[in-house]
């Protein structure tokens, strides 16, 4: 296995807490003796999600339909996966662990399938356990309705919440005018399930005649970001905006978070999409980058080992090809810092068991920050 410490580069931006704010003022400022960015696992073209196991090692999904075993060093394809259709941002995407994956076994794939009726494909949410070198026991927890050959939003990050449900996402699948605001229909929507796949019963619409009982809050474009807060236990998204309007939000139960009402960003072409940017009973972002920064990743920053970091946030950057910092107050963003500038497409950050920062970069392999 290769290894590497490279040297990155820092970029400062110093921001007000504004919810309109952008990022068009920046002061590069070198500081190499702060860490080093040192290889882990090499030659993954899309490294989409990471998860560490409690005995040690690793486990990585290649978005083409690979999933990596990384232990003492070494790199192992596991087998028996299910069958993943891979076009445009789908393939095989996010992992988690159960909370007492240490008693029951039980790991969580999101992963875009062609399973049901109708053509192409839509996420899908699995269980299964790891035995040796294959998955077994697979379990399909939820697939999201109807197929369809557009390649875009899937989605599709996974997290547990301090209860022990499972919160997923689905993106609007590139049908924006139906999918997001109607809670009948898949799409544009963070869902909670029990551990094996059962709605809880204080789901916000499970006594909503025709609704989908799993929703837990809609009004969502593409969110590739979930993470739990380490203090509230909240549960903190953040989504793909079109050209502008990339979000953070807090999930609430049941709340519509607008998209595609209202929203800060513009059609690629330079329309408009909405006049709108609020509107009462559909929430505002807690933060939202325009320009667009096309947000992947997500994680919280609890560790000793990077003292100065503590309660930060760290949000991976697609577009612009790095990894962004933001220091928080009251839920709301005072700074931010732009990590690893011009090292590529930063397509996941996670804390590791270690104390350490890992981050997957598109076509280089998995990364770990280790101060200097």
Same mark, same amino acid.
């Given at each position: ?8 580069? /820092?970029?400062? $931006?110093l ?8 990022t ?9 003796? /702060?860490f ?9 073209q ?23 075993? +990384? ?45 049901g ?40 990050r ?16 590139g049908?924006?005018? $139906? ?26 619409f ?6 989908k009982?799993?929703? /837990?809050? =809609? ?13 509230t ?27 595609p ?22 929430? &505002? ?17 609890t ?11 760290? +949000? ?5 090809? =790095? ?9 709301? +963003? ?8 011009? &090292?590529?497409?930063?397509?996941? $950050? ?5 104390g350490?920062?890992? $981050? ?13």
């Amino acid at each position: 296995m290769k290894k590497s410490a490279l040297t990155p580069y /820092f970029f400062v $931006v110093l921001l007000t807490s504004s919810c309109a704010q952008k990022t068009d003022k920046s002061i590069n400022i070198p500081q190499k003796d /702060f860490f080093s960015l040192q290889l882990v696992v090499d030659e993954i073209q899309n490294p989409w999600g990471m998860t560490f196991l409690p005995e040690g090692g690793m486990l990585v999904t290649e978005k083409g339909g690979k999933l990596l075993l +990384v232990e003492s060093g070494k790199t192992s394809e596991i087998q028996n996966l299910p069958k993943v259709y891979v076009r445009g941002q789908g393939g095989l995407m996010d992992i988690e662990l159960h909370p007492n994956y240490k008693e029951n076994g039980w790991l969580y794939l999101s992963y875009s399938s062609s399973e049901g009726s109708g053509s192409g494909g839509n996420t899908a949410i699995m269980r299964a356990k790891l035995k040796g070198n294959e998955l077994t026991e697979k379990q399909v927890l939820y697939k999201g309705v109807p197929n369809t050959t557009k390649g875009q939003h899937f989605g599709s990050r996974l997290e547990f919440d301090n209860q022990g449900f499972l919160y997923f996402s689905i993106g609007d699948r590139g049908n924006r005018d $139906v999918n997001p605001q109607d809670i009948t229909r898949d799409g544009g929507k963070i869902y909670r399930i029990k551990d094996n796949g059962e709605i809880p019963e204080d789901n916000p619409f499970v006594d909503k005649k025709g609704a989908k009982s799993a929703i /837990f809050s =809609y009004g969502h474009r593409n969110p590739q970001g979930l993470v739990k807060h380490p203090v509230t236990g909240d549960i903190w998204e953040h989504e793909h905006g079109p050209r502008g309007g990339d979000e953070i939000n807090i999930i609430q139960k049941g709340k519509n978070y607008g998209w595609p009402v209202i929203t800060y960003g513009i059609n690629y072409i330079g329309t408009k999409i909405t006049d709108e940017t609020s509107r009462p009973g559909m929430e &505002q972002p807690t933060y939202q980058w325009t320009p667009s920064i096309a947000p992947c990743g997500m994680a919280f920053v609890t560790s000793t080992k990077y003292p100065e970091w503590e309660g930060n946030l760290l +949000v991976g950057s697609l577009s612009f090809q =790095y990894l962004e910092r933001l220091e928080l107050k009251n839920n709301k +963003v005072v700074y931010r810092e732009k990590l690893l500038d011009g &090292q590529g497409r930063l397509r996941n $950050v996670k804390q590791g068991p270690d104390g350490y920062i890992y $981050v997957g970069i598109e076509g280089k392999g998995i990364f770990r920050l280790v101060p200097k």
